[in-house]
């Protein structure tokens, strides 16, 4: 096993001692005894920036399923590295947050960290999985724990309806990524996808290309809060605001993001391609954005803001795909831009949203609530926090001196230059990407400002809090200062940052990509006075009028009705779903045997023997067979005379006698054919459930039957009698049809694999041996169950 794969497998073998820790240690956080483990992952990768950067990959494979092509394999380059230094990072800075955000006391913290620490490996594993089926498990083991983490305060209705919506959109659209990149495998013969991108020629010209593209794409858009798969992500903010910062700002919703950059090798050039990415990305930041000037809990607003700024970076992957139409990596800046820009953001957002996140999880601990409408006048009680709203506000907003300011310029740029392209009716469609890009700008400075203004500038109103407010502890300011120092440092350090992590990560995107002769240039926050500076002036000065006007009146704002909302609508299909498969399971679930049994054999008979009659399955010869005796046939009228007498008889004994009959003959049967080890099973089995049956229904109050005239019911018997013919015939057309070669070979050496000279048993003991075990466990789980059964009612107690 490599350290890569050590790497991914660590956060899920520490679960392990996670509660034991948590129990043995409750006077100490559990939260200490789990920092270690993210910042020592982040230091291992960290050592690996400049090989990286150098343009070094590092690559190892697990042997899993080689037989069907299904291996461990990782793979590290400039993309997954980039995302595994913010898994980490942000995951160290989370924990250290969540020490003093949650109490040791109050909270279950065993379970928030085990979960936590299973999201975190689901997000390695996604990241460095190089099989594409291996990231597809890793995949939804990010959607199984996000719903854990968002449910953690199970006992809030709304935090269950969040994960619960979570979970299913993000599942649905898992399902859908799962059947296209099985297209995918199907075409080229591989899961591993650096195989599948030297296939591209073949890909493309396969019928499947277009919708393998929009199958994975419905995956990468569910999972990053795309429009409309949007709506689960506001109402997962439902959980502990530690949990928000880290999988809503920087890691889950990241994951289709990353999805569409390690794919689009693949689809990029595609006109298809190009305007899915880039047209759902800029309707959600549109979207995103207008909606969070609308909110009046911080955290709801944080939501949206996250939702539109994760559709600025998938617009700008998709306009940047068109590079590849020019064969990638030599398409020159014009094209290559977006790109840049796209990974510079995101880097960007981890760090200002997740120092925002704190912040609003920092004023709802000291206040007691989130709601603007109940805040203002904090920037005197807590300075500190204040600064670092400003910080991140600002550098979402895309203002100087912040990180943000460089990679929005770098989104108009990107945009501008897409309403150039000659390719994909951009001549004139492109000009529209700008323009929404602007007004989503425009938006986007419009709640940083309420951010920023309403709950600390003001009027302070004790009388409207749950709390004292103060400063926040060191322990929870700590986090958010060291991304806010990111925020800033990027901002005049840019160029470090694009050559040891955004320009390797291009690589990965643009496979060819050198930085050296792709045009780019530096990054600088001056460059004259440019069209991009120019859009910048004009958000700052629509954005500060909007404010004003929605300040003053905030019924000027747009609101769609509750009931046609995007929320509204998934209530409503769901309710309508639950409603009809109600109706369904009341039509076949009737509380009778008789029913399901009728049920059970239709499709048997409708589904053998369609299959059997479609493929010429109905075929036998009976001229070969050996005579029939006479006391063959004697032993068939006594076999259907005990089943007859089961059916018939009126008492529990009579019945069991009847069946043991039944069994006994079928073992003469065998010594007929001679199979005397199955004969000898058959004696052995028979006798023993006879005897069980014996001793449970001794315990059984007595049998009255009622007579009751029965009449001829023709489905019954029409399903009867298919039943028996189909059995029969298949029967005989077993001995007249071999589709496939015998696997009786496989056990003529039985004696030298297992030494053992009864070939039943060596098959049942040695070749099937925890198939045996197992069927022996599931008898003893019913005993015991018949046992608890009958203790109880000879106790005249109820099980519960």
């Not at 036998?620 to 259907?640: K, Q, R, T």
């Not at 039957?705 to 189909?726: N, S």
Request: proline share 4%; net charge positive.
């Amino acid at each position: 096993m490599s350290w890569l794969h050590l790497l991914i497998l660590t956060p899920f073998l520490y679960t392990i001692l996670v509660p034991f820790l948590y129990k043995g240690l409750r006077h100490i956080h559990t939260g200490w005894f789990v920092l270690p483990v993210p910042v020592l992952l982040f230091v291992s990768l960290a050592t690996r920036i400049s090989p990286v950067a150098k343009g070094e990959t590092f690559s190892y494979e697990l042997p899993w399923i080689p037989s069907l092509g299904i291996n461990f394999t990782t793979y590290m380059d400039g993309l997954s590295l980039m995302f595994g230094l913010i898994i980490t990072g942000i995951g160290a800075l989370v924990i250290f947050y969540s020490i003093y955000y949650l109490s040791k006391e109050r909270e279950a913290l065993h379970n928030f960290y085990v979960y936590l620490l299973l999201f975190m490996g689901a997000m390695l594993g996604v990241v460095f999985a190089e099989n594409v089926l291996v990231l597809y498990l890793f995949w939804e083991l990010t959607s199984v724990s996000s719903f854990l983490l968002i449910a953690y305060w199970y006992q809030r209705k709304s935090s269950c309806y969040g994960a619960q919506k979570a979970f299913m959109i993000t599942i649905a659209g898992g399902l859908a990524m799962l059947t296209g990149v099985l297209l995918l495998a199907n075409v080229t013969g591989t899961f591993s996808i650096r195989e599948m991108i030297a296939q591209l020629g073949l890909i493309q010209d396969q019928a499947t290309f277009i919708p393998a593209m929009v199958l994975i794409l419905l995956g990468a858009f569910t999972k990053s809060a795309q429009f409309p798969f949007h709506i689960w992500l506001p109402d997962a903010m439902e959980a502990p605001t530690p949990i928000s910062a880290y999988l809503h700002s920087a890691t889950m919703v990241k994951a289709g993001i990353y999805l569409i950059a390690r794919l689009t090798p693949i689809f990029g050039g595609s006109m298809v391609w190009f305007w899915l990415v880039t047209g759902v990305g800029l309707i959600t930041l549109f979207w995103g954005s207008f909606v969070a000037v609308k909110q009046t809990d911080l955290k709801a607003m944080l939501a949206y803001s996250t939702i539109g700024q994760l559709g600025i970076i998938v617009s700008l992957l998709g306009v940047g795909s068109a590079a590849l139409y020019f064969g990638g990596a030599e398409a020159g800046a014009l094209y290559t831009t977006a790109i840049l820009a796209a990974v510079f953001h995101l880097v960007n957002h981890s760090t200002f949203k997740g120092c925002l996140f704190m912040v609003v999880g920092i004023i709802d601990h000291e206040t007691g609530t989130r709601d603007i409408r109940r805040l203002g006048g904090l920037m005197n009680l807590m300075p500190v926090t204040f600064t670092l709203a400003v910080i991140g506000s600002f550098s979402m907003a895309g203002l100087p001196p912040f990180n943000g300011f460089l990679s929005k310029e770098l989104f108009f740029t990107g945009m501008l230059n897409a309403s150039q392209f000659s390719i994909f009716q951009l001549e004139t469609w492109g000009k529209l990407l700008p323009i929404v890009a602007w007004v989503g700008s425009i938006f986007t400075f419009v709640y940083c400002l309420i951010f920023v203004l309403r709950p600390f500038m003001g009027k302070y109103q004790p009388q409207k809090l749950e709390k004292k407010t103060h400063e926040a502890p060191w322990g929870m300011l700590l986090p958010p200062m060291v991304l806010a120092g990111l925020v800033i440092l990027f901002f005049f350090f840019p160029n470090v940052l694009a050559q040891y992590l955004l320009y390797p990560a291009m690589t990965a995107i643009l496979p060819g990509f050198v930085a050296a002769d792709s045009g780019l240039g530096t990054l600088a926050a001056w460059h004259g006075w440019t069209p991009e500076l120019l859009m910048t002036l004009g958000v700052v000065g629509m954005g500060t009028v909007i404010f004003l006007i929605v300040r003053k009146r905030p019924g000027v704002m747009f609101r769609v009705p509750a009931r046609f909302t995007w929320s509204a609508l998934y209530d409503s299909f769901l309710a309508k779903a639950e409603g009809f498969a109600a109706r369904v399971t009341d039509f076949y679930m009737t509380g009778s045997l008789r029913d399901y049994l009728l049920y059970i054999f239709a499709i048997f008979i409708a589904v053998s023997g369609g299959s059997m009659l479609i493929n010429g399955g109905f075929a036998f010869d009976p001229a070969g067979n050996s005579p029939i005796a006479l006391f063959e046939f004697v032993l068939v009228l006594v076999l259907v005379g005990a089943a007859l007498l089961v059916l018939w008889s009126r008492t529990r004994l009579t019945a069991i006698i009847g069946l043991g009959i039944a069994g006994y003959l079928v073992a003469v049967f065998f010594v007929i054919f001679r199979a005397p080890d199955l004969a000898l099973t058959q004696l052995v089995v028979e006798t023993v459930t006879t005897v069980l049956f014996l001793l449970c229904f001794y315990f059984l109050p007595s049998w009255k039957g009622r007579a009751e005239k029965v009449g001829w019911r023709i489905p019954e018997l029409v399903i009867a009698v298919g039943m028996g013919l189909m059995v029969t015939v298949m029967a005989l057309s077993a001995q007249g049809n071999r589709a496939f070669e015998p696997i009786s070979w496989f056990y003529e050496n039985a004696y030298e694999l297992a030494g053992a000279k009864n070939i039943v048993n060596a098959i049942l003991v040695d070749f099937r041996g925890f198939d045996t075990l197992f069927e022996i466990l599931v008898f003893c789980i019913a005993g015991i169950g018949v046992h608890t059964l009958i203790k109880l009612h000879g106790e005249g107690k109820s099980p519960r």
